[in-house]
């Protein structure tokens, strides 16, 4: 099932309940939420407060995606705030497997996060244990940015290798899924679809979203 995932930091954060809505309206189905510290990334958002305030706005499941340093320090709070699923990012854990557990124990459900530049070789031993794959298509840190071609590679080793092993993980992808980029993701085997700029527009954040949806689902269709 292809599902949008809608990255609230392109979102109007003064009328956040109201954007929210309308991507729901829209067919988005999963709140992305990006969380970033300005030492893993150049830039700083929100943390569990605001997941907090969104998880009191909307039931839809609350994809917390983690861009900082030390994450396992911040997962019991996200777990508190009411997160669903909660990915991290493989070039800050020392110790991944430990980490997605303690996820897990938290009782969210864990995924990991590779950069552009991470190969997916890197998660092998650790397939078995994610809900989904967090595929970057860019350089994490900013919404708006250019799609980066290199990930439709990475997406469709993922699918391959989740066909060889048996396995059931989803795969995602974030940065740069628009109109003119969806529906590669979708033909190479994305099936989560974070959008961010794509989605958010005063007046038009119902319309884009479903737009997109169709535009992806099309895509999805014509490969079967
Ligand atoms: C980038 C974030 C993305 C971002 C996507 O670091 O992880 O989720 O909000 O924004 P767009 O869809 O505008 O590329
Ligand atoms: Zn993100």
Do not use: W, Y
């Amino acid at each position: 099932m292809i599902e949008l995932a809608f990255s609230i930091l392109a979102s109007d954060f003064a009328h956040l309940a109201d954007e929210v809505a309308a991507a729901e309206r829209g067919g988005g189905s999963i709140v992305h939420i990006d969380v970033m510290d300005g030492h893993f990334v150049p830039n700083i958002t929100f943390g569990p407060p605001m997941v907090k305030a969104v998880r009191s706005i909307t039931k839809l499941p609350l994809d917390c995606h983690l861009m900082i340093e030390n994450p396992d320090a911040f997962i019991p709070d996200f777990a508190e705030a009411g997160a669903d699923m909660v990915s991290v990012h493989q070039e800050v854990c020392r110790h991944l497997h430990r980490t997605l557990q303690l996820i897990e124990q938290h009782g969210m459900k864990p995924a990991v996060v590779i950069n552009p530049a991470t190969p997916v070789d890197t998660l092998i031993e650790i397939l078995p244990m994610v809900h989904h794959v967090l595929v970057m298509s860019v350089n994490p840190g900013f919404g708006g940015q250019k799609f980066l071609p290199l990930a439709l590679d990475k997406i469709g080793l993922l699918a391959e290798i989740r066909e060889e092993l048996g396995l059931n993980f989803r795969i995602e992808v974030d940065g740069g899924v628009a109109h003119d980029t969806v529906a590669q993701v979708v033909q190479a085997g994305a099936d989560m679809l974070v959008a961010g700029s794509a989605v958010f527009s005063p007046g038009k954040t119902e319309h884009n979203a479903r737009e997109l949806l169709a535009a992806a689902r099309a895509a999805a269709e014509i490969q079967d």
